[in-house]
């Protein structure tokens, strides 16, 4: 048996090699490459308990497969969870987790904004103050998606976790009209500053539509 082409490879180049990307970025110019509701938090292994627990009673969104401590972690003793929270809050959030005892590293990571389906305003017209006036938005948004897809709003809900507009219309279903099918459909939305700070500008993120057929009285209940 015969080897060759072998290279020594030390302590610090092994473990080097065990660390990935987990595109957390602490300061980020804006939010085309990560999203303003999408907060990671990597940190070591025997703080996570800790820090975990000092989350209870926040509204805000873990996400579960992040809790599961991967070989990769167990190697590198750290370990990156990821959150949901309303834009809002994140700023806050990241400033707090940097503040805690074991974390390495805190920041805005990737999540559900993309930029084909966002749109960037000013944000002059949208807001009470320092705040986004939601109310005033969601109405907007609804009556343009409304129109667009031919259909009647039904509700509209913000999510006091994500900051996540959750908007549903119906329609009657053109599928054998005899019937008299309706069709549900569920946009979701979310409405932020289109960078970390103080901005003049907001960015709305519109989600493909959801569509669920059911007879009139299954799609009242």
């Known amino acids: 048996m015969a080897s060759t082409d072998n290279t020594d490879l030390s302590e610090k180049e092994y473990q080097d090699s065990q660390i990935s990307d987990d595109g957390i970025t602490a300061a980020p110019k804006d939010f085309t490459d990560v999203s303003p509701e999408s907060v990671g938090v990597r940190l070591k292994l025997d703080a ?5 627990k000092s989350l209870k009673g926040q509204d805000l969104e873990v996400s579960l497969s992040s809790l599961t ?23 806050a959030l990241i400033a707090k987790a940097k503040s805690t005892p074991g974390v390495i590293a805190a920041g805005w990571t990737s999540g559900v904004v993309e930029m084909d389906r966002a749109i960037r305003f000013p944000a002059a017209e949208w807001r009470d103050g320092d705040k986004v006036n939601r109310d005033k938005l969601a109405t907007a948004i609804s009556s343009v998606l409304s129109k667009r897809l031919a259909a009647k709003p039904s509700s509209a809900a913000w999510n006091a976790n994500t ?8 329609r009657p279903s053109p599928v054998y009209p005899a019937l008299g099918l309706t069709e549900t459909i569920e946009v979701t939305a979310l409405v932020s500053s289109d960078k970390p700070g103080v901005s003049d500008k907001l960015m709305l993120w519109v989600s493909s539509p959801v569509i669920s057929t059911a007879t009139k009285a299954q799609a009242q209940n």
């Open 69 to 91: 401590v991967s070989c990769d972690a167990l190697r590198a003793g750290e370990q990156t969870i990821n959150f949901t929270v309303d834009p809002d809050r994140a700023a």
């Open 48 to 52: 996570a308990l800790d820090f975990l």
């Open 163 to 170: 900051g996540k507009l959750k908007l549903t219309f119906k």
